[in-house]
């Protein structure tokens, strides 16, 4: 019935066949055709509608059958500056009743539009991947008519300037352009600029989280020798409701490497994306070019410094004379790190975060030292800096739960706690600012003791100051039995400004969010200080427990419920070399039930217990108080108790079972009534696995966890890398049926 905590996207019906030649040279076929309730949508045709005070907006209702509703969307009127947004509406016998809606805001007073009776056009695209490859020992040639994001080539210059992102954020190289908008019907007129659009690939995903925005187009990867190589790709994305034949923007990317010697290597990188307006004859409406230069040199075994220049050149909305905007910038980086026991680091694939001790090495240590700097009109849209500028929220908390060995992000993304774990911890990079960091990594006492310290000291380009944060992490096995860990982290930001969020903000604009309730002149620095200890009695039996005394309210917890209270328009003007332009405006509301800065400090305290009584059946229970009741069911500090067995009574077949007891303010009468009262939730999971052979195995499923079995029990979409996030708080009154076999 399209309520909260109850639509689940796993309950369907998929077929799916995949086709490979596999062939290790020559031409190689791969296609995958998947019919499931993505593979059938819809969209209506391209109107106008028009509002009581003669505004319009030019709309294309977007359908998809997983749901069986129209897509929410916001789209800008055509006028007066105006923009609505459209919920999800029920699609009966390929259509939908007419409504009325209001706009987001006054310009300059209510306004409200006409949505008539409105007919869905559907579509079936069953094709997700198809490519045929050319291959060679040293070349490899795709063409790829249709691709998931994994297409996308992602680069190793110092700078990441094609596909850099956290590992769970969409792929730069699928967002759309949007064109300006000329709002002729205000006085003066205002103009809203055109920008890469994410808003619908960043959520067009399956239940399994594989985003469903595709690429076309080919790649060239070639390896002439062990000294040189050279990739270069060009590619389009198409979204799951444009024409095949339909284009917003084209991009392309290259990188030639060459070592230059033992110790040296170069690099040249080049990127170009060009967009298009479709409301109006897909004239050339935006340009990007960036190209850089970077070099590692190991000045001894060792010690490896590594640089990079890069400059940009844009232009924007190109098809509005008037309005078009030119920009022209450069990026710098450069780093020197090393390693002890000094040893050749030269050849190491992942740079830094490579640099592991070797097996029979007792103590190690590992640096790097770095500065970096990009322009405020650098431009870079290959690359998302916003995300992976900082913290991982579930990196800024303690843990002894072993995290997944894997984690799923769709078709050909399985990735290991390996390439992950770095992103826990934020760099500072963005547009706009000028970095420092530090980070030193040491093992003692054969490995015994671990201690990793990281600073960053953050000033904008026009030397403002912005952000200090430093993190020591350290754990000692104290004995075979005794592992105790600390984790202290102190975050420094500016004196707050009145009405201006100081943690959220939007990755469109780099503008932080309206909130009301915040005052002017406040700290909103956070600090968190966690000790934490685990001791394993016997074989079976183990127990740990953490403190956490922080204020780290925001940050801590992924601004989670907090964010969601989000309301978006047009609300705000400016002028720039004598015209007038309109901006997005990301107002928070209901925030006087948040703590503001200066944040208060609380305690946290959280243990569990592991109990093995057999080598094939374990218990787990834990345990969070926390007096911060809104946290939420991200992760484990939410208030709970929870117990949970896996169970192998025989090789073939295994159970799982998880009860969750928690409490939480619950948001809807928060925000509804003020009601700060806590609200009890009970949550069940069960899983039974009756594996036949390695190619066949049944499974079946009670309620919610976050668990697929066909991802090899891997974390898929979920949020906590170590499983204490929860889908739904409630139990799931869900069956589910699932049988695999290999042919």
Known sequence: DHKENTYDPRIYDRLKLNLDTGRDEGFDFHGNITVDPWSFTGKSSKSTIT??????????????????????????TTSKGNSISFPEVKVHDSKFGGYNINGNFTVPAADVFTVPETKIYKEFQPVREMWVDYKQSNLKVRVYPIGYENQALSFDDPLRLSNNRKWWEDSPWIRAWQPGQLNSGLTPQDFTRGYWDNSLSSFTRDSEGQRLTALRGFSFDFNPSEETSFVTSVATPKTLWQDYSEVDNVI???????????????????????????????RPDARNYVGGVDASYEIIPGIQTNMEIAHSESMYDISNEQYRTKLSGNAYYVSIMGRFPFESIMDTKYGYEGIMPAKEEGDFTKFRLFASRMDESFDQPL??????????????????????????QGEGQMMTWDDIKNSRLGNGVDIGRSVLGLRIESLAFDKALSNLIDVRNVHSTDNKFVENVFRDELTWELTDKLTGKFLGIYHRLPKTKAGVDPYLFDPVTKSYYANSVIEDGKDPSVATGSLGANYDFTD???????????????????????????????????????DKYRQNLISLYSQGYFPKPPYYYINVFKTGFSIRPAENLEFYLDYTRNPFEKAGQIDDNMNHIGLEMNYSPFKKFSMFLR???????????????????????????????????????????????????????????????????LRTIDTAQIFRMYYRKKF
Not at 256 to 279: C, E, H, I, M, Y
Not at 388 to 400: P, V
Not at 711 to 721: A, F, K, S
């Open 659 to 725: 009860y969750t007891y928690s409490r939480w303010q619950d948001l809807d009468k928060l925000i509804s009534t003020g009601d700060t009262g806590l609200t009890a939730h009970n949550n069940f999971f069960a899983e039974f696995t009756y594996r036949q052979s390695e190619d066949q195995d049944f499974t079946f499923q009670y309620g919610e966890a976050s668990r697929n079995p066909y991802n090899g029990g891997v974390l898929d979409i979920g949020w906590d890398p170590y499983g204490g996030s």
């Open 383 to 408: 690359s998302s800096y916003g995300e992976t500028r900082d913290d991982e929220w579930w990196g800024r908390h303690m843990h002894f739960r072993k995290p997944f060995k894997y984690y799923y």
């Open 540 to 578: 079976w039996f183990s127990m740990n427990g953490i403190w956490e005394y922080t204020n780290d309210l925001s940050l801590g917890y992924d601004n989670f419920p907090r964010g969601v209270l989000n309301s978006q328009g047009l609300g705000t003007t400016y002028y720039q070399n004598g």
């Open 252 to 282: 392309s990317a290259s990188r030639l490497k060459q070592r230059v010697s033992d110790n040296l290597s170069l690099g040249l990188t080049g990127t170009t994306r060009f967009g298009f307006n479709n409301n109006n004859q897909s």
């Open 51 to 76: 509002s009581s005070g003669g505004d319009t907006a030019d709309v294309e209702f977007k359908y998809w059958s997983n749901t069986g509703y129209t897509v929410n969307q916001t789209v800008n």
